[in-house]
């Protein structure tokens, strides 16, 4: 589970990024608000990678998440983009919990596996 969620969070890091860039085109934005904002969000994508499998971890993904929609309001290409890495986020913790119950179950049958 911790690649495939560490991969969408390192690829939110880089969206953060550029929806900041956007961002600062709006008049009613400070830059020093801006790039607060998306430090934040940045930073707390990266600590995450490293947290996911840790209790909370996937609860603050989530939390990631939805901000990234909700930013949205203020960049309105980021209501898309945000669904859309939900939904690889969803992909990342499903597919990635079955990933390591097969591994599990695989290194119950082989010993030696490990």
Do not use: Y
């Not at 499903?94 to 179950?105: L, P, Q």
């Amino acid at each position: 589970m911790r690649t495939l969620c560490a991969s969408t969070l390192i690829g939110e890091f880089f969206v953060i990024g550029f929806a900041g860039l956007v961002a600062m085109k709006d008049q009613d934005l400070s830059n020093g608000l801006v790039w607060t904002v998306c430090g934040v969000a940045m930073v707390l994508s990266v600590l995450l990678c490293g947290m996911v499998t840790r209790p909370g971890g996937v609860q603050l993904g989530w939390a990631l998440q939805i901000a990234l929609i909700v930013s949205g309001f203020w960049v309105p290409v980021m209501f898309f983009l945000g669904a859309c890495f939900a939904a690889l986020w969803w992909a990342s913790v499903h597919f990635g919990r079955k990933v390591d119950e097969a591994k599990a179950r695989w290194a119950q049958q082989d010993p030696t596996a490990a």
